[in-house]
């Protein structure tokens, strides 16, 4: 993919500056809030049944995250997703913890079956259990995936009929038919909660941006993963990576996107 | 005002410490907590039916803040509020995203009638739309309001009875009489999540302290605001900033504050 | 007590790298999360009542923290502490506030009545009053308890059958029989929100990892004090202090422990 345009990506979010509404788990919002700030786009939270659809249908861009997730946020889930499908506008589901309890998974096939999702993104663990091809998941941890990773994001992509982020070392965003492989990013990453949250955020921002999913969930990963790598060259640790991270997510150029976006077409056999 | 005025609001919150009692959103109940310490002050959280009230009788001032609000933290709301009006403790509301969903501003208005709210606390759109005057809200962030913004929060005020408190590049201090205009704050603080319920928590800390609500409302913003300043001269971006912020709060000393206070009576026509 | 054993409790964290579970407050349990992960555990928060106990009975600790406490929370913790218990799961009580309102008060005590919990860690005031040794609380703070702070620990600690925690200047470990001091730590720590639910997510780390719940309990405050006292080094405010704080708890060295942990035997008379 060329790199200009994955820069053109990120010019994008920050003239139309979209309205990103997020039903979000209660230990990442706040970094979910100031992710999306930093992005160029503009954070909304509102799970009450009452106004969630009212809000999603405003949004350009809707994030559900089921993080610390309630029967009844489920039920604003639903609401605010039709609201969000009625409006064509797209929905980000990243579905934490999917496979380590039966809660979780259950509403993420529920949110698939009745939502029209546009992008699902989770680690390797969550999207390797949402395809039946042998994820395994600790906690909100992916415990790995048996097979090659390109290939189970593909499969997971033509099962729902969506575009996977299957984030990790390497991210893959799938199709079904066009994979790529994005190698932006630092293990520091890893260090912190919330990266992953995060990360459905930028891509939501992306998503409100652009017009075609695959180039947006791209993009977006290049250039988190790349405010990852600025950051990390502040670092003394975890906690003043996470202040640079998000530095650097508000500072990042174009220019610098399109000089250091890691990306390649993935070979998925 | 009197800039020495100003400074002596600061002391008196660091030496009665008082307790704010935070009925708030969970998108950054934590900054609130935290700024709340960094002013001088003590924050408690407390949302359940069952301990709200008696929570707020021990407290020093009353937040409000509708942040993620769902119709059972409006009920929270009206208990603990009913119990600070009926011990004279002053409550603070934020009326956050008012206009953008009817459940929003309906609940203000609730809060507003069957609460004797002591300062009202907004952005210039959910000012405007709450007085009735043109505002625009777009998710939680104001999109405008029409008019003159210092003859709109002293309508305001006067519409409800209340202190008001119309943050932005510049905040407008009414209590429909008296106006005053704190030019303090850099516009970082607009890039960041939570300012503006930070606002609220320390507006709340003041008034605990002080004895004139228009007063204690106008050193709030000013002495917040010089933290702004402060802290935006050694930010390399909105995170660093973020730290430095509630550094600077903290350290702020009350002869920085009297130096630099910047407040003016405001022309209301 | 030896101080390489104190370091050795450290390593073992660092090599099980145990599931913390916790049902937690809303204001600190993103700080819970990152001190968890920067402990070298992985955190999980799961509260429905529908996966509660599913979660827990996978993680290597459980940490229930009343800070912001609904009565539906406290089914969940005591589903969640049900599961704990069948599976020898050790629970980590955070009684949050316990004394400041009845609600909060009568939780702790179902949970301590109901459940078999590990490690009782409180303040002095929430502990005292739990001992029905005449503790005060204001808010969420410690407003003194009467008496000698070691023996009041161990007395709680003997009537609830429990290891005890006290946090405050000076830390008191006690299961009633052995009781320590652990002097490390910084004021800092009580500027800043969030330092005693940490506490409590870095003992359940610590509890998860080790075999014995004194001396587990004993290395946390040590290696958590300690990183408070590396991390008041770099500080410029509360707020710098922090993400110190959490940078020290990263990096800090077996070595470091080892050599710097103050831990004394106390006279309980």
Same sequence: chains 1, 2, 3.
Avoid: W
């Amino acid at each position: 993919m060329d790199s200009q345009k994955i820069a053109d990506e990120l010019s994008a979010v920050r003239s139309c500056h979209p309205l990103v509404h997020h039903i979000t788990n209660t230990v990442t919002i706040n970094d979910c809030a100031n992710i999306t700030l930093c992005t160029g786009a503009a954070p909304v939270m509102a799970a009450a049944l009452e106004e969630a659809g009212e809000m999603a249908a405003m949004a350009g861009a809707l994030v559900l995250n089921i993080g610390t997730l309630s029967s009844a946020q489920v039920e604003s889930m639903l609401i605010a997703g039709k609201a969000a499908n009625a409006c064509g506008i797209p929905i980000i589901l990243d579905p934490v913890g999917a496979g380590a309890t039966a809660m979780r998974t259950e509403a993420c096939e529920r949110l698939l079956a009745e939502l029209n999702i546009a992008v699902l993104k989770g680690n390797a663990g969550e999207i390797g259990v949402l395809a039946g091809a042998g994820g395994e998941v600790r906690g909100v941890d992916s415990a790995g995936c048996a097979g090659d990773l390109a290939a189970v994001a593909a499969a997971c992509a033509r099962k729902y009929g969506t575009v996977v982020v299957m984030t990790g070392p390497e991210d893959y965003i799938s199709d079904g038919e066009r994979t790529f492989v994005v190698g932006n990013g630092n293990p520091l990453m890893a260090r912190l909660s919330g990266t992953g949250c995060m990360t459905a955020s930028v891509v939501g921002a992306f998503a409100a941006a652009g017009t075609d999913l695959v180039v947006s969930s791209v993009a977006a990963c290049a250039a988190f993963g790349r405010a990852g790598e600025r950051a990390a060259a502040q670092a003394r640790g975890p906690y003043s990576f996470r202040t640079a991270l998000f530095d650097e997510m508000a500072n990042l150029m174009e220019e610098d996107l399109a000089a250091h976006a890691d990306v390649k077409k993935a070979d998925t056999i």
